[in-house]
């Protein structure tokens, strides 16, 4: 993909690189589509085919794809967000491609209605009597186990009346997404009174903003637990959608279907928002999907290496898009933080992650070599310095050896030398007794020679130790 000119800012990731909670915590939900079984064995069948062709209907055909949940890739998806600064859209970041869940990809999904919020349309109904008949308190919207608790006598109600029971259910399971013990929103639950106007509402915008709520408030990296509402199923399809290896993994391939972007769901520059009667976007989000949909996303901008403090997530509390709606969470902002996207001078396939890890794993390396160099100078130093002291010691050893047999030998000499001195001050006047002298002379000295001979000897010794030393 070709490369945006100059340095626009994207939004940064919500965790930096190598700072991505790992799924210690468990994900909890409440689109149990498991349930509506139950619903159908109560309300009859006929009931129930009505309620698949309603306008919430495709709660129930979600129910009949055979596809496999994966929590762990609903959480991969949601840990590796991007922090935009929009309360009605998430971004992922997987490898080096945004990918957008707004309104316009759970629309395509689901097929509910999304359309805006009639604001002047009024939806006045009597239901206190049938709110009496369900044993609920008149100024409240049912829960679901209110609900369920009805299935054991509901058999014998007029058709329309289940039809609205039904509708009651799908609503809690399907739509809001809700605890089995959270109430409906009343001003939304009477509306299965009216079936025109249940038709008609945007019953899409509702489940959307549900579910984006919850994931804008949760905090992955603390707790042990964390809870997501609305139509969790649409999340999960969308992952296996934007990322089509997953989907040929986990899901059962549907001939004939239409294959959706990888990055959003296309549409023309001036529509590329849905609408939902707010101001202008974050610059940083808009330079990202102008970018996109003109083929000039700069897909190396997340490849620097974010700064060491971590992005927080700051909480801003705004009115509810869906008055009156139990476990209404408030949209998160997230705090912006500035990054740097330098032109990449070389194109490359390596993914991001790779790259961090490569550059890790060198400067390890050449830390480990300045600590081998540093370990082999002291251990040079060590060495010369155990070698030093021992020959030192051997060689004091040697010379206190040579030293004791030196004056060993000197005194031998000197007791030999006085014997032979003795002898010589003796003089006879004989010529035998000269002749005899004569020869003890010669012995003499030829005995003196000997010791000289050993005395020089020895000295040599003791010179071949110190030469060596």
């Known amino acids: 993909m070709a490369s945006s000119s100059g340095n626009r800012k994207y939004p940064p990731r919500l965790y930096q690189i190598g700072k991505t909670p790992n799924q210690i915590r468990s994900m909890n939900h409440s689109c149990f589509l498991g349930n509506l079984q139950t619903l159908r064995e109560n309300v009859?069948?006929?009931?129930?085919?009505?309620?698949?062709?309603?306008?919430?209907?495709?709660?129930?055909?979600?129910?009949?794809?055979?596809?496999?949940?994966?929590?762990?890739?609903?959480?991969?998806?949601?840990?590796?967000?991007?922090?935009?600064?929009?309360?009605?859209?998430?971004?992922?970041?997987?490898v080096d491609q945004p990918m957008r869940f707004?309104?316009?990809?759970?629309?395509?999904?689901?097929?509910?209605?999304?359309?805006?919020?009639?604001?002047?349309?009024?939806?006045?109904?009597?239901?206190?009597?049938?709110?009496?008949?369900?044993?609920?308190?008149?100024?409240?919207?049912?829960?679901?186990?209110?609900?369920?608790?009805?299935?054991?006598?509901?058999?014998n109600w007029p058709r329309e009346e289940r039809v609205m029971v039904g509708l009651l259910c799908l609503l809690s399971i399907g739509i809001f997404g809700?605890?089995?013990?959270?109430?409906?929103?009343?001003?939304?639950?009477?509306?299965?009174?009216?079936?025109?106007?249940?038709?008609?509402?945007?019953?899409g915008r509702v489940g959307f903003t549900s579910l984006v709520d919850s994931i804008k408030m949760v905090t992955y990296e603390v707790g042990k637990s964390y809870t997501l509402h609305g139509c969790v199923h649409a999340l999960l399809i969308w992952i296996y959608e934007s990322v089509p290896g997953l989907g040929e993994l986990y899901g059962n391939r549907i001939e004939e279907a239409e294959i959706r972007v990888r990055h959003m769901i296309v549409k023309a520059m001036e529509d590329r928002y849905p609408k939902w009667g707010e101001d202008e976007p974050h610059q940083d989000l808009d330079n990202m999907i102008v970018d996109i949909l003109n083929d000039l996303l700069n897909d190396k901008f997340w490849d620097v290496v974010p700064s060491t403090k971590p992005l927080k997530r700051k909480t801003h509390v705004t009115a509810p898009s869906v008055p009156d709606r139990v476990d209404e969470s408030p949209s998160t902002k997230r705090k912006r933080e500035k990054e740097t996207a330098p032109e990449m001078e070389e194109s490359h396939t390596d993914m991001p992650t790779i790259n961090i890890t490569i550059q890790t794993l060198l400067e390890a390396v050449n830390n480990l070599s300045g600590r081998l160099e540093t370990m082999d100078v002291s251990v040079a130093e060590r060495v010369s310095k155990t070698l030093e002291a021992s020959v030192q010691a051997q060689m004091e050893a040697r010379i206190g050896l040579f030293e004791t047999e030196f004056k060993n030998k000197m005194a031998i000499l000197q007791e030999e030398i006085k014997v032979l001195k003795g002898k010589d001050n003796e003089k006879t006047p004989s010529a035998?007794?000269?002749?005899?002298?004569?020869?003890?002379?010669?012995?003499?000295?030829?005995?003196?020679?000997?010791?000289?001979?050993?005395?020089?000897?020895?000295?040599?010794?003791?010179?071949?130790?110190f030469s060596y030393t």
């Open 178 to 203: 809700i605890s089995s013990n959270s109430k409906i929103p009343l001003h939304l639950a009477k509306r299965v009174m009216d079936p025109a106007a249940f038709q008609r509402y945007p019953w």
């Open 44 to 94: 009859g069948e006929d009931v129930w085919d009505e309620l698949r062709e309603s306008t919430v209907g495709v709660i129930i055909k979600l129910k009949e794809l055979d596809y496999t949940w994966s929590a762990k890739h609903v959480h991969y998806f949601l840990v590796n967000q991007l922090a935009v600064q929009s309360s009605h859209e998430v971004w992922s970041l997987i």
């Open 102 to 155: 707004s309104l316009y990809e759970f629309g395509d999904i689901t097929g509910l209605n999304c359309d805006p919020y009639d604001t002047e349309e009024q939806c006045d109904v009597a239901h206190e009597d049938f709110w009496l008949k369900m044993k609920v308190p008149i100024s409240e919207g049912p829960k679901l186990n209110e609900l369920q608790a009805l299935f054991s006598v509901i058999g």
């Open 432 to 465: 035998a007794g000269n002749s005899k002298a004569h020869d003890e002379d010669d012995a003499c000295s030829n005995t003196m020679v000997c010791l000289h001979c050993q005395l020089v000897f020895f000295m040599h010794k003791i010179l071949t130790v």
